[in-house]
């Protein structure tokens, strides 16, 4: 069954608490967590006193997703903040190897996120070492931009590769995902769908995660 990961990034923050009850009792799966620094992306969200603040609330995973300049320095205060699974860009790891296996040796899930005008060949030397992949299917930094279709391609790409010699990893998408975009993402290969907008703008939470869910099947 499609995973679906609520991104907060959406939620009304004053609520913040409510709104994670809300989609956990909605069936989510993941609580996707977007920490931005204003230098990798255009915009400051949450640090990692926000993930320790919220994670005696649910028993769902963290999905941290770090669109920050030099994410090495911080794997450790998200790892003790409580986060499950830690992804880092591509584009803000030099030293992507010894980064994932940090996130490793701290006792959580390694993800590699890629931009959507980052080349597939960026995730091949480091596919088998990880959990995850997040194919971001916007350029990152905001909530409620459209989802850019050129991205599917590259994802079947790397399927093709996860089916060769890396059949654990999962493969996750975030950006303008909602129910027919959904469905195109998951027929590429995507097992966790990210949305924000999709779900916190709809009143009833519930029925916006089962609505992008069953537009999957
Ligand atoms: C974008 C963030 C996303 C964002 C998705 O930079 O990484 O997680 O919240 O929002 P929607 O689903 O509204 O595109
Ligand atoms: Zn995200």
Redesign the pocket.
Same mark, same amino acid.
């Not at 090495?72 to 190897?97: M, P, Q, R, T």
């Given at each position: 069954m499609t995973k679906i990961a609520p991104?907060i990034?959406?939620a009304d923050f004053a609520r913040l608490k409510e709104e994670i009850l809300e989609v956990e009792q909605g069936g989510a799966d993941y609580i996707?967590v $977007?920490v931005?620094d204003g230098h990798f !992306?255009p915009n400051i969200t949450i640090g990692p006193l926000v993930v320790e603040a919220i994670r005696p609330i649910t028993s769902l995973p963290l999905d941290v997703?770090l669109?920050i300049e030099n994410p090495a320095d911080y794997i450790d205060a998200f790892a003790k903040a409580g986060a499950d699974i830690i992804s880092v860009h591509v584009e803000a790891s030099v030293h992507l190897h010894r980064t994932i296996h940090a996130i490793k040796n701290a006792g959580v899930k390694a993800g590699v996120v890629i931009n959507p005008a980052t080349p597939a060949e960026m995730l091949y030397p480091i596919l088998k070492d990880i959990d995850l992949v997040l194919f971001?299917t !916007?350029n990152? =930094?905001?909530? =409620?931009?459209a989802f850019i279709a050129d991205v599917l391609s590259k994802i079947k790409q790397v399927d093709k590769w996860r089916q060769d010699f890396a059949p654990h990893v999962e493969f996750e998408v $975030? @950006? @303008?995902?909602n129910q027919t975009t959904a469905k195109l993402c998951t027929d590429a290969g995507v097992d966790v769908l !990210?949305? =924000?907008?999709?779900i916190f703008n709809e009143k009833n939470r519930e029925n916006a995660i089962q609505n992008i869910r069953n537009a999957t099947k």
């Amino acid at each position: 069954m499609t995973k679906i990961a609520p991104s907060i990034l959406s939620a009304d923050f004053a609520r913040l608490k409510e709104e994670i009850l809300e989609v956990e009792q909605g069936g989510a799966d993941y609580i996707h967590v $977007d920490v931005m620094d204003g230098h990798f !992306v255009p915009n400051i969200t949450i640090g990692p006193l926000v993930v320790e603040a919220i994670r005696p609330i649910t028993s769902l995973p963290l999905d941290v997703h770090l669109m920050i300049e030099n994410p090495a320095d911080y794997i450790d205060a998200f790892a003790k903040a409580g986060a499950d699974i830690i992804s880092v860009h591509v584009e803000a790891s030099v030293h992507l190897h010894r980064t994932i296996h940090a996130i490793k040796n701290a006792g959580v899930k390694a993800g590699v996120v890629i931009n959507p005008a980052t080349p597939a060949e960026m995730l091949y030397p480091i596919l088998k070492d990880i959990d995850l992949v997040l194919f971001m299917t !916007v350029n990152p =930094g905001f909530g =409620g931009q459209a989802f850019i279709a050129d991205v599917l391609s590259k994802i079947k790409q790397v399927d093709k590769w996860r089916q060769d010699f890396a059949p654990h990893v999962e493969f996750e998408v $975030d @950006g @303008g995902i909602n129910q027919t975009t959904a469905k195109l993402c998951t027929d590429a290969g995507v097992d966790v769908l !990210v949305a =924000g907008s999709a779900i916190f703008n709809e009143k009833n939470r519930e029925n916006a995660i089962q609505n992008i869910r069953n537009a999957t099947k």
